[in-house]
């Protein structure tokens, strides 16, 4: 079955930096990979998304890269904010019916003002 | 947009009691619905998946007669931890997929065993 390896699991910047967060995968099959944000206490919210048949996808601060042939994708969050302080989790499926998605360990990301 | 509920939020009970957890996709039916558990400070780990008017496909590890789930319809599928211990208390939440769509979360049930 799928493993989704999730790096770092913690990380603190401050305020306008950016943040990198790295996740391999084992299974060639998984085509779908999406990030998810989690507030204490709260669901997993999806933040962006990606497909194997793109390498990069960009949605304001947020960016996702895809490298299917190393099988590991990366969330880059620019010119952080507070607000962006959560736990980020990685995750990876197929398109086959009934696939479940698999997640990272996830990164708690603290931004300091 | 797609939308699951999961019902309660919250709920304590005793030890060795059982509670039932429902999880309903509200404006798509699903074929499969997935339970997954989460302890504090810890990802989603996949507990079994559960398949409409067939049995639940579980996890390595995950006792099938202590989490018994029920997918009686294309809009419900029921998650009951029976005979509840404290080890037991954790997050649960369910999901669910309409054709094509991200996967899409309920809002969890965080179950206190006392």
């Known amino acids: 079955g799928e493993n989704v390896e999730q790096h770092p699991s913690t990380l603190s910047v401050q305020e306008g930096d950016s943040a990198v967060i790295k996740c391999t995968y084992s299974d060639s099959a998984s085509n779908y990979f999406p990030w998810y944000k989690q507030e204490l206490g709260k669901r997993p919210q999806l933040i962006i998304d990606i497909r194997s048949n793109v390498g990069e996808k960009k949605d304001q601060r947020i960016a996702v890269t895809l490298n299917k042939t190393a099988k590991h994708f990366s969330l880059h969050i620019t010119e952080t904010q507070p607000e962006d302080s959560a736990v980020y989790f990685c995750a990876a499926t197929s398109n086959q019916a009934g696939t479940a998605l698999i997640f990272g360990k996830g990164t708690t990301l603290s931004v300091s003002s | 947009g797609a939308v699951v509920s999961q019902h309660p939020s919250r709920v304590i009970c005793k030890s060795g009691t059982s509670v039932k957890i429902e999880c309903r996709s509200l404006d798509f039916q699903a074929t499969t619905m997935f339970w997954y558990r989460q302890f504090p400070k810890k990802s989603l780990m996949l507990m079994a998946t559960s398949n409409e008017g067939s049995k639940a496909t579980y996890e390595q590890g995950v006792e099938k007669d202590k989490f018994l789930i029920n997918h009686a319809s294309l809009t419900l599928s029921t998650l009951t931890v029976t005979s509840a211990h404290p080890e037991d208390s954790s997050f649960y939440i369910c999901?669910?997929?309409?054709?094509?769509?991200?996967?899409?979360f309920g809002n969890g049930t965080r179950l206190t065993v006392t």
């Open positions: 999901s669910a997929r309409a054709r094509g769509s991200p996967l899409h």
